[in-house]
């Protein structure tokens, strides 16, 4: 009989009690919800991002600024908007299902917390040299952790500038505490900007650190 780590933050696997078994077993990091709503929300991600270039390039906040329809979805006002709207229950749904998750498990607190200004520096110091390790995947390191709590805040941000773009009318508290209608569009086109940004540098650091990409697809 061997026994399992109960835990998602194990690192190291346990002896096997049974002679001529395996000495260590693989511990589990991510757990399947984890996975799960990881994948829905780059998904969700990818068609509101790109159905929603193609909103901003029918009326657009910089008109020096248009995306090419290569990369944008709907191929045209109406067709990107019914995208856009079906990709935001995903968005919303799944995003709180990752929250409440996440604070219930204790989560939240054992993998992004604490986290000071020091150690902050300290790895983007290091992270700048080279010098930042990834040996042990269970622990994130004070860049993750304040990256992650950024884009766990932005992603609220692009939720509630787009609601009050969207129902304007219905929520007008909404709409003033963004500056109005069009600073809200704003708000909403700079969140959705560093959603993006934070994807591709994820990209590139899992490019990196191939051993992570498995993690979040097999769970250890």
């Known amino acids: 009989m061997q026994t399992h780590p109960s835990s998602d933050e194990a690192s190291l696997t346990q002896p096997s009690i049974q002679a001529g078994a395996p000495a260590r077993i693989a511990a589990t990091i991510q757990p399947g919800w984890v ?45 990107a908007l019914l995208w856009h709207f079906a990709a935001r229950w995903l968005l919303v749904a799944n995003f709180l299902a990752y929250v409440v998750l996440n604070i219930v498990s204790g989560r939240f607190r054992r993998k992004l917390f604490p986290l000071s200004l020091k150690s902050l520096i300290g790895d983007v110091r290091a992270a700048l040299t080279g010098k930042l390790g990834h040996d042990d995947l269970s622990r ?61 540098v994820h990209v590139v650091m899992v490019a990196l650190v191939p051993r992570s990409l498995l993690l979040m697809i097999r769970g250890r």
């Open 35 to 79: 996975r799960v709503t990881h994948w829905l929300n780059a998904f969700a991600v990818v068609i509101m991002v790109t159905s929603g270039w193609q909103v901003y390039n029918a009326s657009p906040i910089f008109p020096p600024l248009v995306f090419p329809a290569s990369i944008t979805l709907g191929g045209w006002l109406g067709g």
């Open 140 to 200: 994130y390191n004070a860049v993750q952790k304040a990256a992650y709590l950024a884009v766990i805040l932005d992603i609220v941000i692009v939720i509630l500038s787009g609601l009050a773009i969207w129902k304007s009318v219905q929520f007008p508290w909404l709409r003033d505490v963004m500056g109005g209608y069009d600073n809200a569009r704003k708000v909403h086109f700079f969140a959705m900007s560093f959603l993006v940004a934070f994807f591709v």
